[in-house]
């Protein structure tokens, strides 16, 4: 575990049994994350991102692992101590509309935290709503109106007042810009980055869009069937990429300017069911690079870069996927 790290994740795995089967979620998951900082979650849908958020968080139980939240593991505190520990760390979901309760007023929605939790009430509990408003740009007046009489962009601004309610030091965001127009999506990553920057705030920012992650995040987590395939600072995953997966998704990313257009990569196949992951690499049943080692042992995550020792990549060839960059655009893998 880290000593500067708000929160040290440790070989984390969150499996449901299934007809005959285990379905593996997240498989074996090591992370830190330091404070202040924001860790950029990305992989495609399914590969188990917001079951890593959610099970951090308390919210989906656990089959083994540790998360050492300030040096304590949260998964294994007792009711009373979970209790007080959700006051530092908290969520917001991606689905505005869905994760607020249509039957209460937004005053009640973001006064709940504060009331349960016994930090104000009465006339102060209503000041304190005012000012969650305010700071997350919605007029006060809007304490007595439901959450159906609001906007997408509005309804996250409500998830996100709620989220701050308690002062909390760790924040999962789940995709919450996903489900929002592209002109509201940059006014709610604003809006979260002016609160890491007054409140002091880690995030976890889980996300499949990795423009958004690149303009966002201090550094970048890649996920693949349940695991970290490759992780390291914004700008080394950007420069350089190490991983197959990784390039392949920088190179699906579509290009604002039409002479690049023609340098887009779709990345063919989906993502194996994580109740019956391939052998060996999960990634070699679709990676254009695959070798007969990748089929038979799965690589381990570990440094390859040759310029940042924090950037580290589970593959096999990692050490020549720079070369590999460009063959996937063409489609000519090199040969084993």
Same mark, same amino acid.
């Given at each position: 575990?880290?000593?500067?790290?708000?929160?040290? =994740? &440790? %070989?984390?795995? $969150?499996?449901?049994?299934?007809?005959?089967?285990?379905?593996?979620?997240?498989?074996?998951?090591?992370?830190?994350?330091?404070?202040? /900082?924001?860790?950029?979650?990305?992989?495609?849908?399914?590969?188990?991102?917001?079951?890593?958020?959610?099970?951090?968080?308390?919210?989906?139980?656990?089959?083994?692992?540790?998360?050492?939240?300030?040096?304590?593991?949260?998964?294994?505190?007792? &009711?009373?101590?979970?209790?007080?520990?959700?006051?530092?760390?908290?969520?917001?979901?991606?689905?505005?509309?869905?994760?607020?309760? #249509?039957?209460?007023?937004?005053?009640?929605?973001?006064?709940?935290?504060?009331?349960?939790?016994?930090?104000?009430?009465?006339?102060?509990?209503?000041?304190?709503?005012?000012?969650?408003?305010?700071?997350?740009?919605?007029? !006060?007046?809007?304490?007595?109106?439901?959450?159906?009489?609001?906007?997408?962009?509005? &309804? /996250?601004?409500?998830?996100? !007042?709620?989220? +701050?309610?308690?002062?909390?030091?760790?924040?999962?965001?789940?995709?919450?810009?996903?489900?929002?127009?592209?002109? +509201?999506?940059?006014?709610?990553?604003?809006?979260?980055?002016?609160?890491?920057?007054?409140?002091?705030?880690?995030?976890?920012? =889980? !996300?499949? %869009?990795?423009?958004?992650?690149?303009?966002?995040?201090?550094?970048?987590?890649?996920?693949?069937?349940?695991?970290?395939?490759?992780?390291?600072?914004? %700008?080394?995953?950007?420069?350089? #990429?190490?991983?197959?997966? $990784?390039?392949?998704?920088?190179?699906?990313?579509?290009?604002?300017?039409?002479?690049?257009?023609?340098?887009?990569?779709?990345?063919?196949?989906?993502?194996?069911?994580?109740?019956?992951?391939?052998?060996?690499?999960?990634?070699?049943?679709?990676?254009?690079?695959?070798?007969?080692?990748?089929?038979?042992?799965?690589? $381990?995550?570990?440094?390859?870069?040759?310029?940042? !020792?924090?950037?580290?990549?589970?593959?096999?060839?990692?050490?020549?996927?720079? %070369?590999?960059?460009?063959? +996937? =655009? $063409?489609?000519?893998?090199?040969?084993?």
């Amino acid at each position: 575990m880290s000593n500067d790290a708000l929160l040290s =994740i &440790r %070989d984390l795995k $969150t499996h449901f049994p299934i007809k005959r089967a285990v379905l593996k979620a997240v498989d074996g998951v090591s992370l830190d994350i330091a404070r202040g /900082q924001t860790l950029g979650l990305v992989g495609e849908t399914g590969c188990g991102k917001t079951t890593l958020g959610r099970t951090i968080l308390r919210l989906i139980p656990h089959t083994a692992g540790e998360v050492f939240f300030e040096g304590v593991d949260v998964l294994r505190m007792d &009711r009373k101590r979970l209790r007080a520990a959700r006051r530092n760390m908290q969520i917001v979901f991606q689905d505005p509309a869905g994760s607020l309760n #249509p039957r209460m007023t937004v005053g009640d929605i973001i006064g709940e935290p504060m009331h349960v939790h016994r930090i104000a009430a009465g006339r102060e509990l209503t000041e304190r709503v005012a000012r969650l408003l305010e700071r997350v740009g919605l007029s !006060a007046e809007s304490m007595a109106r439901y959450p159906h009489e609001f906007s997408g962009g509005q &309804r /996250q601004r409500i998830g996100i !007042a709620r989220a +701050i309610a308690l002062q909390p030091k760790f924040i999962v965001c789940d995709e919450p810009v996903s489900s929002l127009d592209v002109s +509201i999506q940059s006014q709610i990553l604003n809006l979260l980055a002016d609160l890491r920057e007054e409140l002091g705030l880690s995030y976890l920012f =889980i !996300a499949h %869009d990795l423009a958004v992650v690149k303009h966002f995040s201090d550094d970048v987590a890649i996920m693949y069937l349940g695991k970290i395939v490759e992780r390291g600072p914004v %700008d080394a995953i950007y420069r350089e #990429p190490r991983h197959p997966y $990784t390039q392949a998704l920088l190179r699906s990313v579509p290009k604002a300017d039409p002479a690049q257009r023609g340098n887009l990569f779709v990345l063919g196949g989906e993502v194996p069911s994580p109740a019956d992951p391939p052998s060996g690499c999960a990634f070699h049943p679709r990676c254009p690079f695959v070798t007969s080692e990748c089929k038979q042992r799965v690589p $381990t995550l570990e440094e390859k870069s040759n310029t940042n !020792a924090a950037h580290v990549v589970a593959c096999h060839h990692a050490d020549q996927s720079i %070369d590999w960059a460009n063959a +996937i =655009i $063409t489609g000519h893998a090199p040969s084993e």
